[in-house]
């Protein structure tokens, strides 16, 4: 299940996970600037932007915002199957990083002022 962190997730479909590799996923697509498909234990799939998740709490869950509006969505982590990175990624290749770099550039081609 190895994912390189450099790289974006738009794609990726760790397959069935539980226990510390559900949790692992969970954290990727709560970090991922896209929609994600939600695969319950029931096989029923429901497609959102994974807004919030909660571990610290009796019964861990997420909460997505339906692709097709309405309702937010509560799942339990028991009721998870997998999840699969099917949006795009709005983030991929504007990491902090590469912002960064593009102002620095910027300032180094302006003259610099006071001379």
């Known amino acids: 299940m190895?994912?390189?962190q450099e790289r974006s997730l738009e794609g990726w479909d760790p397959g069935v996970v539980d226990g510390p590799e559900l949790a692992f996923v969970i954290e990727r697509?709560?970090?991922?600037?896209?929609?994600?498909?939600?695969?319950?234990?029931?096989?029923?799939?429901?497609?959102?932007?994974?807004?919030n998740r909660d571990v610290d709490v009796p019964e861990p869950f997420v909460q997505l915002f339906p692709r097709?509006?309405?309702?937010?969505?509560?799942i339990s982590y028991t009721d998870i199957a997998s999840i699969r990175f099917t949006g795009r990624d709005t983030a991929a290749g504007n990491s902090y990083a590469a912002w960064l770099?593009?102002?620095?550039a910027l300032k180094a081609s302006k003259p610099a002022s006071g001379a």
Request: proline share 0%.
């Open 101 to 104: 770099r593009s102002r620095e």
């Open 2 to 4: 190895a994912v390189e």
């Open 68 to 74: 097709d509006g309405g309702e937010t969505v509560r």
């Open 29 to 51: 697509a709560f970090d991922y600037r896209g929609d994600v498909t939600l695969v319950r234990r029931d096989g029923r799939e429901i497609v959102g932007y994974l807004f």
